[in-house]
């Protein structure tokens, strides 16, 4: 099955920004304080948005999605 995004979802900052100790409750504004470099990752992510599903071809897998995007790298750049 091939990863989407629902039609009609909006993301915060919040959904898309990560930083160290983000879910163990650090703040963004104490991981900015303590960095000493800022690393910005700007991909488009792994799921397609629903509203472009019907331009792709039928046969695109969700192995062809995985190898072409970010999915596999996402967890290590959030780590």
């Keep these: 099955m091939i990863r989407v995004v ?22 963004l504004e104490d991981a900015l304080a303590e960095a000493d470099i800022l690393v910005s990752t700007p991909h488009g992510g792994s799921a397609m948005p629903e509203e ?8 695109y897998t969700e192995r062809l999605q995985l190898d072409y995007t970010d999915c596999t790298t996402a967890p290590i750049y959030r780590a």
Excluded: L, N, S
């Design 6 to 27: 629902e039609r009609g979802t909006v993301f915060t900052p919040d959904d898309i920004t990560f930083w160290a100790g983000k879910g163990e409750g650090r703040t």
């Design 52 to 59: 472009v599903r019907e331009f792709v071809v039928d046969d």
